[in-house]
């Protein structure tokens, strides 16, 4: 079957399925392919997988995992595609893998994502490819069932080098569903206000234009609000200093278990499915699906009563929330002189010591040749325009540099009053 003979009809379900869902109301599923990625055994991973890390260490009830959220990209996009707009614009083969892709755009995910992929130098990118494209995983049997070109066709939309820039535009780009869906998801199940914004009118001010996505400029106040609240998100939430406290405790664990195993210390208790990544192999897929955040919190468990007291303690530090303290960092001295301080109050440094410095960019304006990457406005008189042209506020963001850049160094909170 060529790509261009697909009918998406043919594959409807005879009854719809319906997710309950607090941002959306419902999630529609009405084709066959949706419900058959959902019940992937890859896809239930990531029921186990939290959406935010250690953010409900800060808002308790973050407590939501990437699960939900994939289902929301996936009815935004499904939202997205309805629009008066794209009738006419795409094939259903081309429907039928942007809406796979929105739905497995986070299939490769870790537990405890940014901390377990900077310690083992593994890429949730790499591996959201590496699930879509090996034969052996529930995901790739489903997809190719449907057309053998679909895994490689899902996965390039996700890793944005599909020839087609409208379906990369709606699950990967400054406004796109995953974006969309997780603002809103993440404002509220922290119960903070900030992440929200008028998506309904976004949407509908969204038109496609010589096969991009673009708005009209009617909603140019809609995507102001919703520059502002990614970037509030990102300073009250994303990096909450608390959160990140927690994820630098993770960070020293997986460093201990990581240097003892290479002493050849005598772990009390197998751990098969940490040790591929301790030992540095090459981890095969199917060994990076066995690993997920219970699994993890219950070696942490086991490892709370191993005999190395470094080990033993960052363990129970971080299952009762003994996180470390922080304080922002003054230069190279002053890390030093904690340092030393440190290091006379008998702590080791290597596991005791720790900073960070995470950057969050408002809006990057790539300028002109790169169109596809940025936000582009629709006059009524027919031209587009990049955004910052037509909002003064996103205009005003970009020239004031407010790329904000937050150093800190975390230690043990019994210490602060020496440090
Ligand atoms: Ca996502």
Redesign the pocket.
Known sequence: MHRNDYVLEKDRLNESRVFRDPIHRYIHIYHLPFWQLINTKEMQRLRRIHQLGGTHQVYQTAEHTRFP?SLG?YEVVRRMLELETFQGQLNDYERLSVLCAALL??VGHGPFSHSFEHVFAVSHEDFTRRIILDPDTEVNQVLASYHPKLPEDVASIIEKTHPNPLLIQLVSSQIDG?RMD?LLRDSYFTGTSYGNFDMERILRTLRVKNKQIVFKESGVQAIEDYILARYHMYWQVYYHPTTRSYERLLILIFRRIRDLYQQGYPFENPMPYLMPFIAGEDVSVEAYLKMDESCLLYYFSLLEETKDAILSDLCTRFLSRKLFKYRNLKDEADYARIRDQLEKLGYDVNYYLAMDDPKQTPYIHYGAGHEVEEIQILRPDGSIHLLPEVSEIVHAIVESKLDKQDKKVYFPKEVKNWI
């Open positions: 959220h990209v755009h986070d995953d997780y």
